[in-house]
């Protein structure tokens, strides 16, 4: 399957050789670690905050929906952001010490608490949800995600229990592997704006697959602040907490849509450290939401570069500190955006017809 050449690919830095059975099928590939959890009962967790409805699955322990309430789509309709095909995103992949690939993305969780499977937040309300995974051995993996009302995102928590025999290689990856799921008509326009960043040592990287050959894939090593990956409007980032992760892994397809268009994907994974621990983990942000600039820039950590405003050293300080803030104050007072153009190209005109006129002149 597609999703697991992608996640085959995004482990390359962790992986060891499957078992192959006389057929040249993987024997077993969960191992004896894993054995028979990729069976059970499927329940789904429904979050709903003041900014959207989540919906997280106990198999795999996904995202399994993300729909904006404040956005819509192009026709009208709610713009939700996880590809459906793709059965809910976020997992954990790391080799087992068996020499097994896991991807934690198609085996069940237990749920780590009681109560309903659909949850309202107001105000300043919390609610977390906690999920677990056992070993046949007793390791557990235990993944907890925090929702807090107001807030594009939430926390999530990785704790690994005993499960020193379990991981090998002293790495374990965050992976979002199925990219972001269009919002706009013209899949070409949104497309020309996709795109998969990771930013180290204050520096960007960036992944873009414009063509159908094209497949770009990159690893950065050491400590990584975040990676994302976004579309024309929406963005998604993993930020790590400072200091803990040990690279990450980009990937970027395109590949074809009707009426000549065309949708380009990202898998984004960071890499996180893994000692043996009798119990050790790792805590993320995720933020997952519109690419606003002023929203991206809140969270402290550079994420506001994934927005391009032209060059850094020239052109991006004048968008930034002067387009920008103009067009807020025009929108402030005009709430809709086609009077906020008309208004912004009137002050532009009035503010270059001092440089028209004098052009004008040496013309003439």
């Not at 729909?67 to 009208?76: Q, V």
């Not at 020239?314 to 002067?322: A, D, M, Q």
Request: charged content about 25%; some cysteine; aromatic content about 10%.
């Amino acid at each position: 399957p597609a999703q697991q050449d992608s996640a085959r690919r995004a482990a390359a830095a962790v992986t060891q050789p499957v078992t192959q059975a006389p057929t040249g099928k993987p024997a077993d590939p969960l191992g004896k670690l894993f054995a028979g959890r990729d069976r059970g009962q499927e329940q789904v967790i429904t979050i709903e905050s003041d900014l959207y409805v989540a919906e997280i699955s106990t198999k795999g322990g996904v995202v399994k929906r993300w729909e904006l309430k404040k956005y819509k789509t192009w026709d009208g309709k709610a713009v939700q952001l996880v590809d459906y095909k793709k059965n809910g995103d976020l997992s954990l992949l790391f080799a087992s010490t068996e020499g097994r690939l896991i991807n934690t993305h198609d085996l069940y969780f237990e749920r780590g608490e009681s109560g309903a499977v659909t949850r309202v937040i107001t105000g300043n309300e919390e609610v977390d949800v906690k999920l677990v995974l056992s070993t046949t051995t007793g390791g557990r993996i235990t993944k907890t995600l925090r929702f807090k009302n107001g807030e594009y995102g939430f926390n999530t928590d990785i704790t690994f229990s005993r499960m020193g025999d379990v991981i090998a290689n002293f790495e374990y990856q965050l992976v979002w592997e199925s990219g972001l799921r269009y919002a706009e008509h013209n899949s070409i326009d949104e497309s020309s704006f996709a795109a998969a960043y990771a930013y180290a040592g204050k520096e960007l990287t960036e992944v873009d697959a414009p063509s159908a050959e094209s497949k770009p894939q990159t690893n950065v090593s050491g400590v990584v602040d975040w990676v994302a990956a976004r579309t024309k409007y929406f963005a998604f980032a993993i930020i790590p907490k400072e200091g803990t992760s040990d690279g990450c892994y980009l990937e970027g397809s395109h590949t074809a849509a009707p009426d000549k268009g065309a949708v380009e994907a990202y898998s984004i994974a960071v890499k996180m450290p893994f000692k043996g621990g009798q119990e050790e983990g790792g805590s993320f942000k995720i933020f997952f939401g519109p690419a606003d600039i002023s929203l991206l820039k809140s969270y402290g950590v550079g994420l506001d570069r994934i927005v391009g405003l032209g060059w850094t050293w020239l052109i991006r300080p004048i968008s930034e500190y002067v387009m920008l803030p103009l067009l807020s104050a025009l929108h402030y007072i005009a709430p809709n955006w086609g009077v906020v153009i008309i208004l912004f190209s009137i002050i532009i005109k009035i503010v270059l017809h001092p440089l028209s006129r004098s052009s004008m002149r040496s013309m003439k």
